[in-house]
């Protein structure tokens, strides 16, 4: 029998108090992957208040596994059509039901054996997550699979070795042995101060063209102010 959100919820302890209970990233890379994954996503959908961002927080989505704390929760992931607002954990049976959309692992020495095994068959059996990549930002491993119907499969490179992400709506790749965002287009998912950067480069590349017309029409003899 399959319960719905509400039976679920009626079934479970409240969840209002509940902490993540997450270790530490293994190192700076990790740190910084995540980071950089937040930052890009979070300044792309600046404007979006539909979606939450879980950055190494734990999801609780059974009695079993609240009463044994045994899940160490995604590095990253994505639930859509929901409220945006801070949150101490993801708690299914507190969250009508919903699971994330998409998860990112990142691999470690540590982890890598069940990111790849166990991880894998849960997102894809129990939370039937939608998408689900990983990334090592030591070997720089990248994967990743969609679900269909009720088994993962890989999605395929393009011939520079991004994937596609539909949830995203974005490419998931490897610059210089980081993961970035890029768009259809091709043109990758800045963070805020390299946007920033971009924009005081573009007013300043506007003043150049600018003064340089000026120059032209005064040798013209036209007054210019």
């Known amino acids: 029998m399959v319960l719905t959100a509400q039976q679920l919820e009626a079934m479970m302890p409240d969840a209002s108090q509940i902490m993540s209970d997450e270790p530490e990233m293994e190192s700076s890379l990790h740190y910084m992957q995540l980071l950089l994954l937040v930052t890009c996503l979070e300044w792309l959908w600046r404007d979006r208040n539909d979606y939450f961002i879980g950055a190494n927080l734990t999801i609780y989505f059974s009695r079993q596994q ?58 894809q059996d129990s939370f039937h997550t939608s998408e689900y990549f990983w990334f090592s930002p030591e070997t720089l491993e990248f994967a990743g699979f969609r679900l269909a119907g009720s088994q993962y ?30 768009t259809g287009e091709g043109k990758k998912v800045p963070t805020p101060e390299e946007a920033a950067l971009e924009a005081q480069q573009s007013l300043q590349e506007e003043r150049q063209r600018a003064e340089k017309l000026a120059e032209r029409l005064r040798s013209l003899g036209m007054d210019v102010e």
């Not at 899940?71 to 049976?93: H, L």
């Not at 890989?154 to 995203?168: A, D, K, M, T």
């Open 66 to 123: 609240l009463r044994n704390r045994d899940f160490r929760g995604p590095d990253f992931f994505i639930v859509k059509q929901t409220q945006k607002r801070p949150r101490n954990a993801w708690v299914v049976w507190e969250e009508d039901g919903k699971y994330p959309n998409l998860i990112i692992e990142l691999l470690s020495n540590s982890t890598a054996d069940t990111d790849r095994n166990l991880k894998k068959n849960l997102y």
């Open 153 to 182: 499969q890989e999605i395929v490179p393009n011939e520079v070795g991004w994937r596609w992400s539909e949830e995203l709506g974005l490419y998931l790749g490897v610059e210089s042995g980081i993961m970035r965002y890029f």
